[in-house]
């Protein structure tokens, strides 16, 4: 499979064509502990890349390795360290990276299954939901890259990975001083229209051996929708907005958040509704209410002029300015009827901290794990709850399950929680109740015995990242519990664990 170093094509790196001499071969270890395994193939910047072991951990390595190292490795090395310090799920681990100076090379994550590029090119495109799963997990990779002020500059089917478990990763960052922040965003964009078409729209930053997109006489790539039947509108209007510079470009984590909204719909395309974007400008982002991109918005606009009084519902759900509310007294001031209905309220994430989140850990739990739910809501990528280890798959068959129980302080009118793990395959749900008996293994007994689960009841994540929307709307909720009741393998294959990286409620 591809591991890495298969994004943007060039003929060879601006340093120039690799040197032959200190070329590896099969069986030499490095470093005293990364035994080269099998060459998987050459990347485009003519570096080897070869599946190796970590001799000493004894797990499979990427090894990406280039000669002569020095000054002409510089940039890959610099690279790799940058990558070293943003952990995400969705993101593929660096390990090390050494220069020996007759070659350099850099040790990564090994990951079983195929790049989007090769996921593509032998079953041909993709099917809209599981496009928009790929898309959520790169959005939201770049969403923690971004977050520490850098830029992973090499976006593309080559560096996009999927895994045989199902994981979503990107490889291979590679920014310089002409990649920024908005070219990873219309990446993603990217992303999405190769993985609905076959084809690739981006050409505009390095050339690029992937079949290019069907363009008009301007060079505009024709929509997803003009290409093949069956993709939704939404998503449609997203992937050619993305990819138009005259629309401004949302932040990484808005586009996470209505990547998941649109992710968590599954195949109920009908359910969805118009796309709506929040440009979070603050720690508390919200929910915003429905709107269309500005270049939709704008023909939509046109679209009004023309037509009758009995459809200016439409026009308005579809304003591209999610700030206006309409306000008392408003309609008599553009001629309203009467007949216009104040927008419904939009849920905004509930802000929480680690005292209003506890562990609960039924009767015959050791309640080792205590103290470490604050670690689900304290925004931090690099902390995480993870719970011990356990022989089977239902926590050794000694408890029901575990969860973090989560007191809002008050009773709330609920819209989802979300929950992101470090890999798929748990089994989960969300519960209800009226109080916290205490923190104490007798304690958490009664909310086993007195929470009740809400909605369909337990689910099993396909991807890192679960949405839960099962709130009655009549209802309030001060108490909810998010309850694991089985674990996903570990990774090293030895029992059983997870972690859970970030629990957030959202809500009126």
């Not at 485009?44 to 001799?55: H, N, Y």
């Not at 925004?379 to 050794?396: I, L, S, V, Y």
């Not at 109080?435 to 689960?453: A, C, L, Q």
Request: proline share 6%.
């Amino acid at each position: 499979m591809t591991q890495v170093g298969e994004g943007h094509e060039t003929a060879a790196d601006a340093d120039g064509p690799v040197m032959t001499f200190g070329a590896p071969a099969a069986g030499e270890v490095l470093a005293e502990r990364y035994r080269l395994e099998e060459h998987v193939n050459n990347d485009s910047a003519g570096r080897q890349v070869w599946r190796g072991i970590d001799v000493i951990l004894r797990r499979p390595v990427a090894v990406v390795l280039r000669y002569p190292g020095g000054d002409s490795a510089s940039e890959m090395l610099q690279a790799a360290v940058d990558a070293s310090r943003v952990i995400h799920p969705s993101l593929v681990g660096v390990y090390d990276a050494i220069d020996e100076g007759t070659r350099s090379y850099v040790v990564r994550e090994w990951v079983d299954g195929e790049s989007l590029r090769e996921l593509v090119a032998s079953d041909g495109p993709l099917d809209p939901g599981r496009a928009t799963t790929i898309a959520h997990a790169i959005a939201d990779a770049l969403t923690a890259v971004h977050a520490t002020g850098m830029v992973h500059g090499n976006v593309h089917p080559g560096t996009v990975l999927i895994g045989d478990d199902g994981r979503v990763v990107l490889a291979d960052a590679r920014a310089d001083s002409a990649d920024d922040v908005e070219g990873d965003i219309r990446a993603v964009g990217g992303i999405l229209y190769f993985a609905l078409t076959g084809h690739w729209p981006r050409t505009e930053v390095r050339e690029s051996t992937l079949p290019d997109a069907n363009r008009d006489a301007s060079g505009n790539p024709a929509a997803p929708r003009q290409l093949r039947a069956g993709v939704p509108a939404y998503l449609d209007d997203l992937t050619m907005d993305l990819l138009d510079r005259r629309v401004a470009a949302p932040e990484a984590d808005a586009l996470t958040a209505e990547l998941a909204r649109l992710d968590a719909s599954e195949d109920e395309y009908e359910d969805v509704g118009p796309l709506r974007f929040a440009q979070n400008t603050t720690t508390e982002p919200t929910r915003s209410t429905p709107k269309i991109f500005l270049g939709v918005a704008a023909l939509v606009v046109i679209a009004v002029v023309g037509l009758v009084f009995g459809i200016r519902a439409i026009t308005s759900s579809n304003d591209p300015d999610p700030t206006t509310t309409t306000q008392a007294g408003a309609g008599a001031a553009t001629g309203s009827t009467g007949d216009e209905q104040t927008p419904a309220p939009q849920p905004k994430k509930i802000a929480l901290t680690g005292d209003m989140v506890r562990i609960v850990d039924p009767p015959d739990g050791d309640r080792e794990d205590t103290g470490q739910a604050k670690y689900t809501v304290d925004n931090d990528p690099e902390t995480a709850w993870e719970t011990q280890r356990f022989k089977q798959a239902n926590f050794g068959n000694r408890k029901p399950g575990m969860g973090v129980l989560i007191n809002l302080g008050q009773p709330r009118s609920l819209s989802e929680i979300e929950v992101e793990m470090s890999q798929p395959g748990v089994t989960m749900d969300i519960r209800a109740g009226t109080s916290d008996p205490g923190d104490t293994s007798e304690g958490d007994g009664k909310i086993m015995s007195t929470y009740k689960r809400l909605g369909d009841g337990d689910t099993t994540t396909d991807g890192t990242r679960e949405v839960f929307s099962p709130f009655d709307p009549n209802s309030k909720y001060q108490y909810v519990l998010v309850f694991l009741t089985k674990l996903p393998k570990a990774d090293d294959g030895s029992g059983y664990k997870i972690s859970v990286n970030k629990i957030e409620v959202y809500g009126y």
